[in-house]
């Protein structure tokens, strides 16, 4: 399911870095969730919240560092052209 998904996503690296990950940096290194539809979408924005609020309470000293910086992008419409 979709949610599964999300979670594996959301567990499997670290979604604070911005354009990195580990030692590597740059735009290719973003985290960004593509969804397909509004449903996509909101099941996308509430596991964020979720995971988001979790890590406040592990890391309450330093919430501003810990930010989920994740894009969450709806291609749903014609206005956003998506190559494979």
Known sequence: EYK???QIFWESHNPCQG???????GTQ????VFTYNEA???MTK?????YQKEI???FFDNKEYY???????DISNDE?????
């Open 4 to 6: 599964d998904l999300l």
């Open 19 to 25: 354009m990195r990950q580990g030692i590597d940096y």
């Open 29 to 32: 290194y973003r985290s960004a």
């Open 40 to 42: 996509q979408l909101l």
């Open 46 to 50: 509430e596991t964020k919240d979720k």
């Open 56 to 58: 406040n309470k592990q």
């Open 67 to 73: 930010v989920i910086t994740t894009e969450i992008i």
């Open 80 to 84: 956003y052209e998506f190559y494979y």
